[in-house]
């Protein structure tokens, strides 16, 4: 079983996710001023054919006379071959220093994506069982994918707008101001109003962001349940079904997303009439100051043409603005799962195990149902095997996540050997405790591989023990590729019998002092229930054993069996003595056996 022990926790200290993303990249402090700064020297070099063609129109207007002139080269041939290299020159600077930005910022938003995955899908692992009892698992897909990718988006495209958008700003207001402070004026009097839609555009979209991240997580949960339960939806004929209802849901995240557009849509059109004004201003105004001689004809070129290269470019704040919403909002959906609490962390005590358990008063209710155990006393001696029964919601499971440290009992005591369960450190507990749960997961990698998931090192005799052990090496032996037969396509084709053997081996190649069987056999044929009995009789004493377990036939040989009723042991005691008297075992067993008597009571 996986008791992880719990690593630093993450937390955003409930700071601003921009602070927190930008705190994620501190650590490349070197590659991002870097970035920022190939950012703004392209940006340079892009303003600065707009500047050339001023001093183009001076050269061939004014000739002798020009500014070129002034600073020494006074024949216009040699003037306008200056002009040309100069615009080599930039033209190649401008490439030269957009491959370098887009190498960098491209290069540290692959590592971020990278970073936070690893990060969240870490966390995730630490989560306590009550997470994933609560929340779907296709949303926390979501975030491991989508909101990640949405982040990846902004940090590729969004920062290095951002941040020549602002240079474009400074850069050409200062060329503006040199040039003619009147007009400077005038041209930048849209910026505010265009800095002011961009804010309010983000107010009113964040909310439909967030409602958009929200429909993409409901719509992945249900892809994916649907697709790990197809079988379910074709045996019972279900498709018309499920495609109606997945085609609901693809249709509110359709919507969702549809009401952010239309604000996002909005925004380009009133950006536009805001730089109309201001482009027209230093058209007449200029114009006017040209022809009334206050203005040379090259001054008013530039700053005709610098009025496109500094408005334009803010119409991409919308765009950046969009880019930025979606990425906050996927950022405050990875920060609420990297805040979630991690399970509580394992105490320190360390010394091998012999698997005797004392339960004393223990109960523990769910947060979200009536549901749980109570008021459990229970001993399980070192080697014994105990079988918990009863009927279907009777608090079995809760009392084996109970004694695995799945989750923790909010009354009572539980000891292991002695010394409080919690205090154990959860290395010496995975090293002690082995899970066979009802649903098996095998991964992707050969049988081998599989069988020593727990052990890595393995070698390759004790794989085969365990197998053996576990009565499953004779079916693996007789599989084209034996021991290195491939999981993944292959594995959907072994039986469940199959598969649980070799989760058995699995769990006995670590060699538990404990070994737990979640229902293992309930779903198993019973040549694999007679096996998995022939292998529990083998370890007799050798290792606790706790079976659930709803066929009784499989818990005939228990040294103790506990009935549990609506969250109570109600009954102890070995089969023998439990069938005798009259009860809900023996009204069970006669259930199961065909004797049953129906007006039998508990
Ligand atoms: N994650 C959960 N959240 C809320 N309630 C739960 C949760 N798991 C179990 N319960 C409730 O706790 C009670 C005991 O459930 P538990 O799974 O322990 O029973 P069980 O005996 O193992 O049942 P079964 O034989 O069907 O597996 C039930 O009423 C169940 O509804």
């Not at 555009?201 to 719509?219: E, I, M, P, S, T």
């Not at 109309?276 to 201003?281: D, K, P, Q």
């Not at 070698?459 to 004779?474: C, I, W």
């Amino acid at each position: 079983m996986s008791i992880s022990p719990p690593s630093a926790p993450f937390s955003s200290g409930k700071r601003h996710p921009l602070r927190v993303l930008l705190s994620l990249v501190s650590e490349e402090k070197g590659r991002v001023v870097r970035a920022v700064a190939a950012s703004v020297i392209n940006k340079i070099f892009d303003v600065m054919p707009e500047i050339l063609i001023g001093i183009a129109l001076d050269v061939v207007v004014r000739g002798k006379d020009s500014f070129v002139a002034q600073v020494g080269i006074t024949d216009p041939v040699h003037q306008l071959t200056l002009l040309g290299i100069a615009t080599f020159l930039i033209w190649f600077g401008e490439s030269l220093f957009e491959y370098f930005y887009q190498i960098l910022w491209r290069g540290l938003a692959q590592d971020v994506q990278h970073r936070l995955r690893i990060l969240c899908y870490d966390h995730a692992q630490h989560l306590p069982t009550s997470f994933y009892e609560e929340n779907r698992s296709g949303d926390l897909v979501a975030v491991l994918n989508d909101d990640i990718n949405q982040l990846e988006r902004f940090l590729d495209r969004g920062a290095n707008e951002l941040i020549q958008t602002f240079a474009a700003v400074v850069l050409v207001g200062a060329v503006f101001f040199i040039v003619s402070p009147l007009i400077a004026v005038v041209a930048f009097t849209p910026v505010p109003a265009i800095i002011a839609g961009a804010f309010w555009f983000q107010r009113r979209a964040q909310a439909r962001y967030d409602a958009v991240r929200a429909r993409a997580g409901g719509l992945g949960a249900r892809l994916t349940t649907n697709l790990q339960g197809l079988q379910t939806i074709r045996a019972f004929g279900a498709e018309a079904r499920e495609t109606a209802a997945l085609s609901k849901e693809s249709r509110a995240y359709v919507d969702a997303n549809r009401a952010a557009i239309r604000v996002s849509s909005a925004f380009i059109p009133i950006i536009r009439m805001a730089i109309l004004s201001g482009f027209l201003a230093t058209f007449l105004i200029g114009g006017w100051l040209t022809l009334t001689g206050q203005m040379q004809v090259g001054a008013y070129g530039l700053l005709v043409f610098l009025t496109q290269r500094l408005l334009w470019p803010m119409t991409h704040l919308a765009e950046i603005a969009d880019l930025y919403e979606r990425a906050m909002a996927s950022t405050r959906r990875i920060l609420r799962l990297l805040d979630e609490p991690r399970g509580e962390p394992h105490g320190a005590h360390d010394a091998s195990v012999s698997g005797r358990f004392e339960l004393e008063g223990v109960g523990f209710r769910y947060a979200t149902s009536p549901g749980g155990v109570t008021d459990i006393n229970l001993a399980i001696r070192a080697g014994e095997t105990v079988a918990l029964v009863g009927p279907t919601g009777s608090g079995k499971s809760t009392l084996i996540k109970l004694l695995g440290l799945f989750i923790r009992p909010q009354k009572g005591a539980i000891r292991l050997d002695g010394v409080p369960l919690a205090d154990w450190s959860g290395e010496r507990l995975r090293r002690s405790m082995a899970w066979v749960p009802q649903e098996v997961t095998l991964f992707s990698g050969s049988i081998a591989d599989n069988i020593a998931y727990g052990k890595p090192s393995a070698s390759r005799e004790e794989v085969e023990a365990a197998a053996r052990l576990a009565e499953a090496d004779g079916f693996i032996r007789a599989l084209p590729d034996g021991y290195e037969s491939q999981i993944g396509e292959y594995g959907q084709k072994l039986s469940g019998g199959q598969r649980q053997r070799i989760a058995l081996a699995r769990a006995l190649l670590i060699d538990p002092a404990i070994l737990i069987l979640d229902e293992a056999t309930s779903a198993v044929d019973n040549e694999t229930e007679a096996a998995i009995q022939r292998s529990l009789a083998k370890m007799k004493g050798k290792r606790t054993v706790i079976l659930v377990a709803h066929r009784l036939s499989t818990v005939v040989h228990a040294d103790a069996i506990h009935v549990m009723d609506d969250g109570r042991i109600i009954q102890s005691g070995p089969h023998d003595r439990l069938v005798e008297c009259p009860g809900l075992y023996r009204t069970l067993w006669n259930i199961q056996t065909g004797h049953a008597e129906m007006n039998e009571t508990a």
